[in-house]
């Protein structure tokens, strides 16, 4: 199957999910992207996203935090906002960090953040090796480490609708709601006193 068909398949079932269980999250959905903006993006980044990225792109805008840690797809826009300005200050600083790290490069593109208009940390796609992977405004980035499982887009999208379908088998997060919300278990400590875990 190929990773396209993967994404539309596990996306699908997050939004079957989310408009039986958490139609407010449902409800609060953005739509796709056209191929035309998809296009422009594309011609910033100067390179052809992987097929993946652009079939999740195409399906939906984010708008609700639907995945683990209620993570989010940033618009567009504000993701290639997030890649100019990490891209500038590589050039202005140079080099890596510390740990031999580059501080971001031109094949790294921001997928998905902790809000549309937060991205104080980041899971971004290397279109290199296709591997999601975290950064964080304070410096942390897994990039070449073994700090965390590695996925790609497909297959992280997979597990989402996995643990959404079999919280039971959940290893990542596990979902619960409020008032109509999908809320992940990490995220549960916000409001502790309306969270309820699915299957209550």
């Known amino acids: 199957m190929s990773a396209e068909r993967q994404v539309t398949e ?31 993006v594309e ?26 840690g209620n993570y989010d797809l940033p618009s567009l826009g504000r993701g290639m906002e997030f890649h100019g300005n990490r891209m500038r200050f590589q050039l202005e600083d140079g080099g890596n960090d510390a740990n031999g790290i580059p501080w971001w490069r031109p094949d790294w593109i921001p997928v998905f953040s902790n809000s549309r208009d937060s991205q104080a940390f980041v899971k ?16 942390m980035n897994n990039y070449g480490t073994e700090k965390e499982e590695l996925d790609s887009v497909s297959t992280y999208l997979e597990e989402v ?40």
Do not use: K, N
Request: proline share 7%; net charge negative; hydrophobic share 40%.
């Open 10 to 40: 596990a996306w699908g079932r997050i939004e079957g999910w989310l408009r039986q269980y958490a139609p407010a999250s449902h409800a609060a959905l953005l739509p796709g992207a056209g191929e035309a903006e998809i296009c422009v």
């Open 43 to 68: 011609e910033v980044y100067g390179m052809r996203m992987p097929g993946d990225l652009r079939t999740l792109w195409g399906l939906t805008g984010g708008g609700a935090g639907v995945f683990f």
């Open 124 to 139: 971004y796609l290397d279109c290199e090796s296709g591997l999601l992977y975290s950064w964080d405004r304070y410096g």
């Open 161 to 200: 609708a996995d643990s959404l379908e079999s919280p039971a088998l959940a290893v990542r997060d596990s979902p619960g709601l409020i008032d109509g919300y999908l809320v992940w278990e990490s995220r549960a400590h916000v409001h502790p006193d309306t969270w309820r875990p699915f299957p209550a």
